[in-house]
């Protein structure tokens, strides 16, 4: 009676640590989930047209003569379109770069097979626990990053339309 309580007990533990890694996989594919979102919320938002409108806007800029009653302006505006534009380039290369959604997409894969390996028993526990840690420290830091990039961009897009049209209009009135 005895060794049936302790192997009962034994599996009951094992049954948790496996039922533990499984919703650590379930969150760590939630976040990545997330973050494939986040990158379509980009292209939502107009990023690609914005980087269109702000090479537009700079070609303008630098085509108008220079003139000290404007000064102002030119300063002011041209250091807005540059800047933004070199935030969005300098993400732009980042995505291309680090190919980021071949990244999610992988590491979504690799979630799903490490889960249906853990639940068919195909990897030993002690092993199962090391798979899972590797993959929640190879995927975190990069996504914690690339969250906050995305969403300091998505800030910087929700202003485009009003920077835009008074571009436009300071162009049009030159």
């Not at 935030?87 to 980021?100: A, D, M, Q, T, V």
Request: glycine share 0%; proline share 2%; charged share 30%.
């Amino acid at each position: 009676m005895r060794n049936f309580l302790t192997l009962s007990l034994f599996l009951c533990l094992l049954s948790s640590c496996s039922n533990t890694l499984i919703s650590d996989l379930n969150k760590l594919e939630k976040d990545v989930e997330h973050s494939k979102k986040l990158l379509a919320k980009l292209e939502q938002k107009g990023f690609n047209t914005s980087i269109i409108d702000l090479k537009r806007h700079l070609n303008v800029a630098k085509k108008i003569p220079y003139e000290k009653q404007y000064d102002k302006y030119f300063k002011n505006e041209f250091e807005t379109i540059h800047n933004r534009l070199k935030r969005l380039l300098r993400f732009e290369n980042y995505l291309k770069s680090e190919r980021i959604s071949d990244k999610i997409d992988f590491d979504l894969i690799q979630i799903k097979s490490l889960r249906h390996d853990i639940k068919n028993k195909l990897i030993e526990q002690p092993q199962a626990i090391i798979e899972v840690e590797n993959e929640k420290n190879a995927i975190l830091p990069y996504l914690s990053d690339f969250n906050n990039n995305v969403n300091n961009i998505i800030l910087l897009l929700e202003t485009h339309d009003s920077l835009d049209a008074h571009m436009q209009l300071l162009w049009d009135n030159w």
